[in-house]
């Protein structure tokens, strides 16, 4: 059974802080690029972060740079966002990606989705 299992949403005021975790079963983790995704009530889902295996590159979308990081531990299987500075605009349901980067085609993974809402 290939699955991501998102945790850790919740709600957080401005300014506050979440962390967000995506444990992964059932393929080999190492070698896919980890992504988070969010899609807002109304909106279309959007790349917030992503981390390839091996080097751990990096990237943010502009509008979450400075305040999210994106992690990943081989070791539990586990990529992880951090998220600081939280804003309203940041509410929505995060969902967890792994892609195959490599030339030969796999299917991408997608977990449920966890809820974040940032509300005073």
């Known amino acids: 059974q290939v699955q991501l299992v998102e945790s850790g949403g919740g709600l957080v005021q401005p300014g506050g802080s979440l962390r967000l975790s995506c444990a992964a079963s059932g393929f080999t983790f190492s070698s896919y690029t980890m992504s988070w995704y969010r899609q807002a009530r109304g909106k279309e889902r959007e790349l917030v972060a992503g981390?390839?295996?091996?080097?751990?590159?990096?990237n943010y979308a502009d509008s979450v740079k400075g305040r999210f990081t994106i992690s990943r531990d081989s070791a539990k299987n586990t990529v992880y966002l951090q998220m600081n500075s939280l804003k309203p605009e940041d509410t929505a349901v995060y969902y967890c990606?792994?892609?195959?980067?490599?030339?030969?085609?796999?299917?991408?993974?997608w977990g449920q989705g966890t809820q974040v809402t940032v509300s005073s």
């Open positions: 981390i390839t295996p091996a080097s751990s590159s990096t």
């Open positions: 990606n792994a892609r195959w980067p490599w030339r030969t085609a796999k299917p991408d993974i």
